[in-house]
């Protein structure tokens, strides 16, 4: 096991990856941007070194001044958390290179499945249902003949995407140039790189995703279901495990195929497989995240497993202790995403409390949001026996949650729980007004 990880993240996951390593007695080290120099984190690790300018390109996307962090600090390996540099495997091969541990995938692993359109087929290969779509197309001209062959509607997405940017939805040929001008710009801007493809358009559906933990030794599980479908422009509000849109039989047999899909694939380290549920029940592969999404947390709510200690295991190279038939996936939690309206000074938290309440977060009195990363502030996360109490007890939290200085969203997520829709469990993603 590592003696001293360092954490390449900044806000709520740096957080909580330092929590898990206080747990498992490893020494953390924190990195900040001179934004952040009174951020939590930072207070919490044992060692802290400050990396650059508040630009997350001049700090946290730093990956040369990331790495001489944790050489001067000792650092065996390095937690990327998510967004930033999770997915890099540029920077994942830098680790290696000088001899540290980057915790998640191998680049090699990261690289094979970094270009979506070749993830989808490379699962097509493993006997998953995969929605109808294209490799990267080259030209609007290409693009326009995908579309043909596929049929409109149709979303053309970026290759290299996450986080919802990137993507357009194209209901007719006249709508085809616009759209794919502003996915390639979209793509180069958030990712550097501009390649897109194209997929059908599948409506009604659901966004419901499989969390995934395998090891070096060929063992892998599924943490059961997330239903991710509350969004808004492809940004992710509301989650909950288990979707009430899948019944025992379905969810099954999902989790058994897609775990003999990792399996085929070799892949190492928490991972996450997106769907799209539609009316008939079928699920479509969409893609999958090689680093731990920001919804983790409620899967770790339902089963009780600690998703970021095995992240950390996994990379030591200890293999699972448990089997799938182990998973405990009885009662219901529902993850809301608490974001900033605006910049400013936080002037008084109240965090709720009671049994299986939890809210992620970087938060304290005096804690200043500022205008360069993520809106984020937290997750409020809470669990009970069924969905019903479930949801009467997030509505109890998130009318105790006071965030007071800044603008925030509890009032919106707190007439979404209590609106029939949601309640009823009979959502999709048209629930925001998308599409």
């Given at each position: 096991m590592f003696s001293k990880i360092l954490i390449a993240n900044r806000g709520e996951i740096a957080v909580r990856i330092i929590r898990?390593?206080?747990?498992?007695?490893?020494?953390?080290?924190?990195?900040?941007?001179?934004?952040?120099?009174?951020?939590?984190?930072?207070?919490?690790?044992?060692?802290?070194?400050c990396i650059g300018a508040p630009e997350a390109s001049e700090s946290y996307l730093d990956e040369n001044q990331i790495i001489s962090a944790a050489i001067l600090a000792g650092a065996q390996a390095i937690h990327p958390g998510y967004g930033f540099l999770s997915e890099n495997a540029h920077f994942a091969r830098l680790c290696r290179k000088n001899g540290i541990v980057f915790i998640g995938p191998e680049p090699e692993s990261m690289e094979q499945l970094s270009d979506k359109a070749v993830l989808k087929e490379l699962f097509r290969n493993t006997g998953l249902n995969v929605i109808p779509g294209t490799k990267a197309v080259s030209s609007m001209e290409e693009a326009g003949e995908a579309a043909d062959n596929i049929g409109y509607p149709v979303m053309i997405k970026a290759c290299a995407g996450g986080g919802g940017r990137g993507i357009r939805l194209i209901r007719t040929a006249e709508d085809l140039e616009e759209a794919y001008l502003q996915a390639t710009s979209e793509a180069l801007s958030a990712f550097g790189d501009g390649s897109v493809y194209l997929e059908k358009y599948i409506f009604p559906a659901r966004h419901v995703e499989l969390q995934i933990l395998a090891d070096e030794q060929g063992n892998a599980v599924c943490l059961g279901d997330r239903d991710c479908s509350l969004q808004r422009r492809n940004q992710k509000l509301i989650e909950e495990t288990p979707s009430p849109a899948i019944h025992t039989k379905q969810r099954e047999e999902i989790i058994a195929r897609a775990v003999d899909a990792i399996k085929k694939i070799g892949y190492v380290g928490a991972g996450t497989?997106?769907?799209?549920?539609?009316?008939?029940?079928?699920?479509w592969f969409m893609e999958m995240?090689?680093?731990?999404?920001?919804?983790?947390?409620?899967?770790?709510?339902?089963?009780?497993?600690?998703?970021?200690?095995?992240?950390?295991?996994?990379?030591?190279?200890?293999?699972?202790?448990?089997?799938?038939?182990?998973?405990?996936?009885?009662?219901s939690a529902i993850e809301c995403r608490i974001n900033a309206g605006s910049c400013g000074t936080l002037k008084m938290l109240h965090i709720p409390g009671g049994p299986s309440v939890r809210f992620d977060t970087c938060l304290v009195a005096g804690t200043t949001v500022s205008p360069y990363y993520d809106s984020l502030l937290g997750k409020l996360i809470v669990f009970a026996k069924t969905r019903e109490e479930t949801l009467r007890k997030m509505r109890a939290s998130l009318c105790e949650l006071v965030i007071d200085g800044i603008l925030t969203n509890i009032e919106e997520q707190l007439r979404i729980v209590e609106d029939e829709r949601f309640t009823s469990g009979n959502y999709d993603l048209t629930f925001m007004g998308n599409r």
């Open positions: 898990a390593c206080k747990e498992m007695g490893v020494a953390t080290v924190a990195v900040y941007s001179e934004a952040d120099k009174n951020a939590l984190h930072v207070a919490l690790a044992d060692q802290s070194y497989l997106e769907f799209l549920l539609d009316e008939s029940g079928n699920f995240n090689v680093r731990l999404q920001v919804e983790h947390s409620v899967t770790e709510m339902l089963t009780g497993i600690d998703l970021v200690k095995w992240q950390i295991r996994i990379a030591a190279g200890i293999p699972l202790n448990f089997e799938q038939k182990d998973i405990r996936m009885q009662g």
